[in-house]
């Protein structure tokens, strides 16, 4: 069993900035990347940011520039900072971790809203 369990999220203005963390345990080996995801009601879930165990990052182009992940690989927990925060970031955002031979695994989501 893997568990994970997100932090961070809430309520902040334009411009402003938040941070997300998820630190994943249980049976976490074999990880192939760690990220975040986001949705809105309506709309499929996207990708905003993921990193492999190697270091590569990817991020969406509409975030690119204002957020940063970051992993710490010994804790099994990935960052997400988030600045420069618009109204169209408001999302519930989903940890994601992607093993090399098991399905992914999902946090349970958290929200974050950012007011014009």
């Known amino acids: 069993q893997v568990q994970l369990v997100e932090s961070g999220g809430g309520t902040v203005q334009a411009g402003g900035s938040l941070s997300l963390s998820c630190a994943a345990s249980?049976?976490?080996?074999?990880?192939?990347?760690m990220g975040w995801y986001r949705q809105v009601p309506g709309k499929q879930r996207e990708l905003v940011a993921s990193i492999t165990s190697g270091g590569k990052i990817n991020y969406a182009d509409s975030v690119k520039g204002r957020f940063t992940i970051s992993r710490d690989n010994a804790k099994n927990t990935v960052y997400l900072q988030m600045n420069s925060l618009k109204p169209e970031d408001t999302a519930v955002y989903y940890c994601n971790v992607n093993f090399l031979t098991r399905a992914d695994r999902w946090g349970q989501g958290t929200q974050v809203t950012v007011s014009s």
């Open positions: 249980g049976r976490v080996f074999a990880i192939a990347a």
